[in-house]
Nanobody, 122 residues
């Protein structure tokens, strides 16, 4: 399984970005997906996750009400819509896949994309 992120970039505070993660293979709907981020000198942290069906989602407190995770199993793609961006959202964003459930621990995810940089200027 290969995951390829896109959609990162430079945006001013208050702006929006939409990240996409395209997965190869025909088993996309059998694994839960998540977005993580890692800022320089900090540990990788979960941003949001979504179950295989898309019915259940999780968000870390700092992004609730601003970010939305979704998936399109017909297109093998998971999205992260990011609104009202803040400078503290600056990080490399990674999508990850797990054949188990959704987890906040990055070590439980088997598949990872290469990451996409998101930079929010103040």
């Amino acid at each position: 399984v290969q995951l390829v992120e896109s959609g990162g970039g430079l945006v001013q505070a208050g702006g929006s970005l939409r990240l996409s993660c395209a997965a190869s293979g025909r088993t996309f709907n059998t694994y839960a997906m998540a977005w993580f981020r890692q800022a320089p000198g900090k540990e990788r942290e979960v941003v949001a996750s979504i179950t295989q069906s898309g019915r259940l989602t999780y968000y870390r407190d700092s992004v609730k009400g601003r970010f939305t995770i979704s998936r399109d199993n017909a297109k093998n793609t998971v999205y992260l819509q990011m609104n009202s961006l803040k400078p503290e959202d600056t990080a490399v964003y990674y999508c990850a896949g797990s054949f188990g459930g959704t987890y906040i621990d990055f070590r439980k995810y088997e598949y990872w994309g290469q990451g996409t940089q998101v930079t929010v200027s103040s």
